[in-house]
């Protein structure tokens, strides 16, 4: 399968799946009679995943450790949820600040009138 046919199946860029591969995350063979990458089923299922894990934002390096079985999808996942959580948190707290100087602002902004 060539590349565009696996950014038709996958709906990511060429340089999407090319970052894939210099990452070593998948490795297509090559076509000997062209020379051109020759991807199977199995690398777009496996750049499907990828992309799944990275709009959850696991990093590059957790999916190469899940690929070569140093860690477990679980384990990343647990992991993941917590760095979710902590981000929640920061966030919230974020807002809470910017809420509160927004009302002081209100408030000071009316004392000039």
């Excluded at 390096?61 to 899940?66: F, K, N, Q, V, W």
């Excluded at 760095?83 to 919230?92: A, C, F, P, S």
């Excluded at 809470?96 to 100087?101: A, F, S």
Aim: glycine share 2%; with cysteine; charged share 35%.
């Amino acid at each position: 399968m060539t590349i565009k046919e696996v950014e038709e199946q996958t709906s990511l860029s060429r340089s999407n799946i090319r970052f894939y591969e210099k990452e070593k995350l998948i490795e297509p063979s090559r076509n000997e009679s062209n020379g051109y990458k020759d991807y199977s089923e199995n690398d777009v299922e496996n750049i499907k995943k990828i992309a799944y894990l990275r709009t959850l934002g696991i990093s590059i390096e957790d999916i190469r450790s899940i690929i070569s079985e140093k860690v477990t999808l679980q384990e990343i996942i647990e992991k993941q949820n917590e760095v979710l959580k902590n981000q929640i948190t920061n966030l919230n707290k974020a807002k809470l600040m910017c809420e509160k100087c927004w009302r002081k602002k209100v408030l000071v902004m009316k004392n000039y009138r």
